[in-house]
């Protein structure tokens, strides 16, 4: 799917469902507080971002946030950044914000969302980093189409992320970290590592927090692979589908060189860093 081909995202207003009752976090979310975006109110702060957190400093997205772990890990461990968290499920979306709560974290947000239509949540290269931790595997073949990372999602991604930006995934499902390298082939990105197992090889990152599907999969015994790449200019690629050059970031990570996507190979090596 393209970006601006899929069904936009319309949020339900709790008079859109006869029996709110039936799912409480539908209303709830909207009474919680500050932490909370509901999605009927996130279009209106996609320039807004900087006024929200009261201040310009690097933006990261984390996709799909679950039970909230990694956003308010994050948040907490890199105070000198805003953090925004995309989750479609009202419950999930509560039980993040309690946990930013708690930590009395100022610089996340969490978004009743669909990472679908983030085009409409964020401008063109607003991003200093994209993170996706074990997205919903849908393994069975006939709901392989409800798969978050395809063509059509990266090229999204690319637009709103800032020369330099990282995109992270932790997966515990392995194809989708061939789904990722392929859907960025010809995309301005640079590949920085792959691991087919962070608890034997090692984390890609230093500031690596572990997540509850995390923790779950290393319960069951199940390897947690993890790929990052970084934003490069698109003319670094070999891309005719990149959007324009990004602005670079504010506070650029690193400036370590990788080499294109493109020329990564079809077998992941574990040690590309
Ligand atoms: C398997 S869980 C992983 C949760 C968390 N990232 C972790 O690692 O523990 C996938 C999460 O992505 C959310 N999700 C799935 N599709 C989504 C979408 N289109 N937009 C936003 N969130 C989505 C689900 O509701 C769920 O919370």
Request: aromatic share 6%; proline share 8%; charged share 25%.
């Given at each position: 799917m393209r970006p601006g081909n899929h069904q936009r995202f319309r949020d339900l207003l709790p008079g859109d469902v006869s029996r709110p009752d039936v799912n409480p976090y539908i209303t709830s979310h909207r009474e919680f507080g500050d932490e909370i975006v509901p999605g009927s109110e996130a279009p209106a702060l996609k320039e807004k971002w900087p006024e929200v957190f009261g201040r310009v400093a690097p933006l990261h997205l984390e996709v799909g946030s679950g039970n909230g772990f990694y956003l308010a890990g994050m948040a907490e461990k890199h105070p000198d950044q805003d953090w925004v968290g995309v989750e479609i499920r009202y419950k999930r979306v509560v039980l993040v914000a309690k946990k930013l709560r708690v930590a009395g974290l100022k610089n996340a947000r969490i978004v009743r969302y669909d990472a679908r239509a983030l085009d409409t949540l964020f401008p063109q290269g607003a991003l200093a980093g994209v993170h996706i931790n074990h997205p919903d595997p849908w393994e069975r073949e006939s709901k392989r189409?409800?798969?978050?990372?395809d063509r059509g999602f990266i090229e999204l991604i690319t637009g709103l992320c800032a020369l330099g930006a990282e995109l992270r995934l932790k997966t515990d499902f392995g194809p989708h970290v061939k789904a990722l390298l392929q859907a960025c082939e010809g995309l301005p990105w640079e590949l920085v590592g792959v691991r087919t197992d962070v608890d034997v090889q090692?984390?890609?990152?230093?500031?690596d927090v572990v997540t509850n599907y995390q923790r779950k999969a290393r319960e069951r015994g199940l390897p947690v692979h993890a790929a990052c790449l970084r934003r490069i200019a698109s003319?670094?690629?070999?891309?005719?589908?990149a959007p324009p050059d990004p602005q670079p970031l504010p506070h650029p990570s690193s400036a370590v060189s990788g080499s294109s996507v493109?020329?990564?190979?079809?077998r992941h090596s574990s040690t590309l860093t």
């Amino acid at each position: 799917m393209r970006p601006g081909n899929h069904q936009r995202f319309r949020d339900l207003l709790p008079g859109d469902v006869s029996r709110p009752d039936v799912n409480p976090y539908i209303t709830s979310h909207r009474e919680f507080g500050d932490e909370i975006v509901p999605g009927s109110e996130a279009p209106a702060l996609k320039e807004k971002w900087p006024e929200v957190f009261g201040r310009v400093a690097p933006l990261h997205l984390e996709v799909g946030s679950g039970n909230g772990f990694y956003l308010a890990g994050m948040a907490e461990k890199h105070p000198d950044q805003d953090w925004v968290g995309v989750e479609i499920r009202y419950k999930r979306v509560v039980l993040v914000a309690k946990k930013l709560r708690v930590a009395g974290l100022k610089n996340a947000r969490i978004v009743r969302y669909d990472a679908r239509a983030l085009d409409t949540l964020f401008p063109q290269g607003a991003l200093a980093g994209v993170h996706i931790n074990h997205p919903d595997p849908w393994e069975r073949e006939s709901k392989r189409h409800h798969r978050l990372i395809d063509r059509g999602f990266i090229e999204l991604i690319t637009g709103l992320c800032a020369l330099g930006a990282e995109l992270r995934l932790k997966t515990d499902f392995g194809p989708h970290v061939k789904a990722l390298l392929q859907a960025c082939e010809g995309l301005p990105w640079e590949l920085v590592g792959v691991r087919t197992d962070v608890d034997v090889q090692g984390s890609i990152w230093s500031d690596d927090v572990v997540t509850n599907y995390q923790r779950k999969a290393r319960e069951r015994g199940l390897p947690v692979h993890a790929a990052c790449l970084r934003r490069i200019a698109s003319g670094s690629s070999n891309t005719s589908a990149a959007p324009p050059d990004p602005q670079p970031l504010p506070h650029p990570s690193s400036a370590v060189s990788g080499s294109s996507v493109g020329s990564v190979p079809s077998r992941h090596s574990s040690t590309l860093t």
